[in-house]
């Protein structure tokens, strides 16, 4: 589902559209995936905006990517 985040910004060629409309329809775990995305991007932006601060964000940006990292070693066949 990695154009999952171009199809909830509408940013999708029809192509791609059309399979994930597909793939949506099939798999409930990436439905579900999408529903949670849409309603979490939903409350964003009906909330105010608010910034926050430097070393939050940054630290924020820090976990977000050690999660990401920690996913992608877990995905990795092992070698022998």
């Known amino acids: 589902m990695a154009e999952l985040a171009g199809y909830l910004d509408d940013q999708v060629v029809a192509e791609i559209r059309r ?6 329809a099939e798999c409930q775990t990436c439905r579900v995936l999408y529903d ?4 979490t991007l939903q409350i964003a932006t009906d909330s105010r905006s608010f910034e926050l601060p430097g070393r939050v964000s940054q630290q924020l940006v820090k976990k ?4 990401v990292r920690a996913g ?3 995905k990795r066949p092992k070698r022998s």
Do not use: V
Request: glycine share 0%.
């Open 19 to 24: 399979e994930l409309e597909i793939h949506l």
């Open 72 to 74: 992608e070693k877990r």
């Open 64 to 67: 977000i990517m050690a999660r």
């Open 36 to 39: 949670s995305s849409r309603k």
